[in-house]
Nanobody
Framework: QVQLVESGGGLVQPGGSLRLSCAASGSFLRVESMGWYRQAPGKDRELVAR???????NYAGSVKGRFTISRDNSKNTVHLQMDSLKPEDTAVYYCSADIVTVVGAIYHTTLHWGQGTQVTVSA
């Protein structure tokens, strides 16, 4: 069974910083792309940032230049450094990962989600 466990959310003032972390654990062959999404009250879940297994990144326009995604392949972890936070960044942040498993001789790639961590930006 694969699990994604997030940490690092909380309350921060506008202009402040937070660092989110997510670790994949369980029985699997490897982790492909990892990413962070967020969902604010009354809104759809949206992509914040993604990073491939080789380190290629892409960001939502609203966070580009303020957020940085990184990963440690040896630990199957992904991080999101969030700087210059704004009230509109307030949301539940979810970690995602495309995880490869093998059943018999067949490779399966499955999208997994973390449980979510609350980020609140408020004075």
């Amino acid at each position: 069974q694969v699990q994604l466990v997030e940490s690092g959310g909380g309350l921060v003032q506008p202009g402040g910083s937070l660092r989110l972390s997510c670790a994949a654990s369980g029985s699997f062959l490897r982790v492909e792309s990892m990413g962070w999404y967020r969902q604010a009250p009354g809104k759809d879940r949206e992509l914040v940032a993604r990073i491939s297994s080789t380190g290629s990144t892409n960001y939502a326009g609203s966070v580009k230049g303020r957020f940085t995604i990184s990963r440690d392949n040896s630990k199957n972890t992904v991080h999101l450094q969030m700087d210059s936070l704004k009230p509109e960044d307030t949301a539940v942040y979810y970690c995602s990962a495309d995880i490869v498993t093998v059943v018999g001789a067949i490779y399966h790639t499955t999208l997994h989600w973390g449980q979510g961590t609350q980020v609140t930006v408020s004075a």
